[in-house]
């Protein structure tokens, strides 16, 4: 995401969304009752009934946000609501939806912008700090990059092995095999690591036969005990990764969503589930609210966000903070499963 302009003073934001993922960031940003400013495509029919052309006219349009909807899958964030002021063919408080897309600009304007949403608003406009992850073992091999709010598989094969429907069957040298894709993603990617994960000793072995010192400086091992989806998240909170992992956000979703498990199994200082969570912002003992993107979309749709809001802001008021967590990485699934809304708390309340 490129801020174009900046005056947050007055509540206003001007960006250019670069990439699919800023749309993802901008679902958790913007909310109803914010101003956006965009251009938006409609058709208007010209001349009379019998000679009339219907052509595609862009406006540029102010409205008041009443729905947000994120597509993943169109790659497009649909904002609808009241015009605000009135242009040629379109009436003030007449609804329109204003869809923001990959390249383009606008203008979100806020009445007031709230710590989390800052933080969000910094994550999208960061260096990205993607790294590839190889996940291995004597036969299976599962490629997957990082991204700021989850990852990526993209590509899993098998060495030797009957070729199943989504796989690709391999007859030759298999860690040469792996080599060869290294470099490729490596060369396509441009990662800032490349993390290679094995059980037992798989990882030093590959390591060796790599010649090319370029890529063989990208590579930090690491341990995984098998070759899944699920064991990136073993691997991302990985102690072996500290370091170099420092600036991943979804590495460290994990391990707050890790050390929210680890308090609810003990009865700690945790809860979970909207009322549970609701009494603990009323006490003021949230330390870290945790809520799934989700969770937010369906209070919009459900039209009582202003309720989650009125929470959120409260939270902040009592010196907590917030998370939000896309439920298309395993902590999001794991959030998900705890009702879509969970607590860290500043001290063990007793009852």
Not at 57 to 64: D, M, P
Not at 176 to 183: F, G, N, S, V
Not at 186 to 203: G, V
């Amino acid at each position: 995401m490129q801020i174009i302009h900046e005056d947050l003073k007055k509540g206003i934001l001007t960006v250019k969304v670069t990439d699919q993922e800023d749309l993802w960031y901008l679902s958790t940003i913007i909310e109803p009752h914010d101003f956006i400013t965009g251009k938006t495509t409609r058709k208007v029919k010209i001349g009379d009934a019998e000679n009339a052309k219907v052509v595609k006219k862009t406006y540029t349009l102010k409205i008041e946000a009443e729905k947000i909807e994120f597509s993943s899958n169109a790659d497009m964030l649909r904002v609808n609501g009241k015009v605000l002021l009135p242009i040629e063919d379109i009436p003030k408080g007449s609804y329109h939806t204003i869809s923001l897309e990959v390249n383009e600009e606008f203008t979100l304007e806020k009445k007031q912008w709230l710590d989390y949403q800052l933080q969000k608003l910094e994550e999208a406009t960061e260096k990205k700090y993607n790294y590839l992850i190889c996940l291995f073992d004597r036969e299976e091999v599962l490629l997957a990059l990082t991204k700021k709010s989850s990852y990526e598989v993209v590509l899993k094969l098998k060495g030797d092995v009957p070729k199943k429907s989504q796989n690709v069957e391999i007859k030759k040298d298999f860690q040469e095999e792996i080599i060869a894709l290294l470099k490729s993603y490596y060369e396509r990617f441009n990662p800032e690591k490349i993390i290679l994960a094995s059980p037992a000793f798989y990882k030093e072995d590959l390591l060796k036969k790599i010649a090319e010192q370029d890529l063989k400086k990208k590579i930090v091992l690491a341990t995984c005990s098998d070759v899944t989806e699920s064991n990136l998240t073993e691997v991302m909170a990985s102690p072996e990764l500290n370091a170099i992992l420092k600036m991943s956000r979804s590495r460290e979703e994990q391990i707050i969503v890790e050390e929210l498990l680890k308090e609810i199994s003990r009865e700690g200082t945790a809860v979970y589930g909207y009322e549970e969570v609701k009494k603990k912002v009323e006490e003021g003992a949230i330390k870290i609210l945790l809520i799934t993107d989700t969770f937010i979309q369906k209070a919009r749709n459900a039209e009582n966000y202003d309720e989650l809001d009125k929470l959120i802001k409260k939270v902040y008021s009592r010196h907590g903070k917030m998370n939000i967590i896309s439920e298309g990485v395993d902590a999001g699934k794991k959030l998900k499963g705890l009702g879509g809304i969970a607590a860290l708390l500043k001290y063990k309340m007793w009852t």
